[in-house]
């Protein structure tokens, strides 16, 4: 158990549809984080925040929109949807974004998509 | 830009077998290097790290050291468990200039099962 819980574990959706991904940490973290782990590929980056600010977008979709209401919770934000987006979407916080207390990243499990 | 790459999976072992997972990485200046591992059904933590040239990092009986000269942060371990079957990935985090928080950036897991 890290401290970081995402729902759903699972997510099947049509191309029309609108879902939303959750994320949730109570470990204090000023850091949140949203990655897209696919098979055989590098773990990508997708959004970060730091103190509920968005300081990086790495060139995602607009079919994609982050949400960081407060420092403990993180959504991402789904609608149009491409079946290439199939992936387990991943959250991740770490206590602050640079320093040393940024090099250490406490993950969820994921939440698994399908797009049909 | 940085880019890790690691050595392609997936790797079968028995019991106390001796492991080697290989990874290199290119960046500018001098990168902290990290491992992480992804238990089945779990997010991604932490295994081990190294900040600097000669290093080693180790846990769990798992160890890599920091070669600049080779640029590469190969893991090891002398006798694995079936309790290591997991996902291993290599990450590093920038020192250098350019993103002032130092993002990580992670190579593309190798699959390690290990069967009694």
């Known amino acids: 158990e890290t401290g970081v819980t995402q729902t759903p574990r699972h997510l099947v959706m049509g191309m029309t549809n609108k879902k939303s991904l959750k994320c949730e940490q109570h470990?204090?973290?000023?850091?949140m984080y949203w990655y897209k782990q696919s098979a055989k590929k590098p773990l990508e980056l997708m959004f970060v925040?730091?103190?509920?600010?968005?300081?990086e977008n790495n060139s995602v979709p607009s079919r994609f929109s982050p949400e960081c209401p407060n420092s403990s919770h993180l959504f991402l934000h789904l609608h149009t949807l491409q079946p290439e987006d199939s992936a387990l979407y991943l959250c991740?916080?770490?206590?602050?974004?640079?320093?040393?207390?940024?090099?250490?990243?406490?993950f969820g499990s994921g939440t698994q998509l399908s797009v049909l | 830009g940085d880019s890790v790459t690691q050595m392609e999976g997936p790797v079968t072992l028995s019991e106390e077998a001796f492991l080697t997972i290989n990874c290199t990485y290119t960046?500018?200046?001098?990168?902290?290097l990290f491992w992480y591992v992804q238990y089945p059904g779990e997010g991604l933590q932490l295994l081990l790290k190294?900040?600097?040239?000669?290093d080693k990092g180790s846990n769990k009986g798992f160890e890599a050291t920091y070669r600049k000269e080779t640029t590469s942060f190969h893991l090891e371990k002398g006798s694995v468990q079936v309790s290591d079957s997991a996902v291993y990935f290599c990450?590093?985090?920038?020192?250098?200039?350019?993103?002032?928080?130092?993002?990580?950036?992670f190579g593309q897991g190798t699959i390690l099962t290990v069967h009694p």
């Open positions: 925040y730091s103190l509920e600010e968005r300081v």
């Open positions: 190294a900040t600097k040239a000669d």
């Open positions: 990450a590093l985090r920038s020192n250098a200039g350019g993103t002032s928080y130092g993002k990580l950036t």
């Open positions: 960046a500018t200046g001098y990168p902290s």
């Open positions: 991740a916080s770490s206590q602050e974004l640079g320093g040393l207390s940024g090099e250490k990243l406490f």
């Open positions: 470990l204090g973290h000023n850091a």
